[in-house]
């Protein structure tokens, strides 16, 4: 089984996320996205296997989502998609990909919808 975790190592649900994988005996590929961010494509990629829009995988709470001006409605998906490639902290976390399907872990118990 390939898994992906997009992870960061500073936040407790990522760990958690983690360690829950490798409680399951799986040893996932481990993407730091604040290190390595997902290119355009991969972002729209990896939405499509979540079943989200942009706008749903956006940590709104973050500083940059009011500095950049996301909550303006007239933002399409590719604006969207290009903020989060531009400033990874706003893509909320982590995401685990498994195949086809993905899965956000918050709770990190969701994750195994998808194993």
């Not at 956006?58 to 903020?83: H, N, T, V």
Request: hydrophobic share 45%; proline share 8%.
């Amino acid at each position: 089984m390939a898994v992906t975790i997009y992870h960061n190592p500073k936040c407790s649900k990522s760990r958690q996320t983690l360690q829950l994988l490798r409680d399951q005996g799986i040893e996932p590929r481990v993407v730091q996205y604040l290190k390595t961010p997902p290119d355009a494509t991969t972002l729209a990629a990896l939405l499509r296997k979540l079943d989200l829009k942009p706008r749903d995988l956006l940590r709104r709470k973050e500083a940059a989502y009011a500095e950049l001006g996301l909550d303006r409605p007239e933002l399409d998906d590719a604006a969207l998609i290009e903020a989060m490639v531009e400033h990874p902290i706003l893509i909320e976390r982590p995401i685990v990909v498994n195949g086809a399907k993905a899965a956000l872990g918050r709770p990190a118990e969701q994750v195994l919808d998808i194993l």
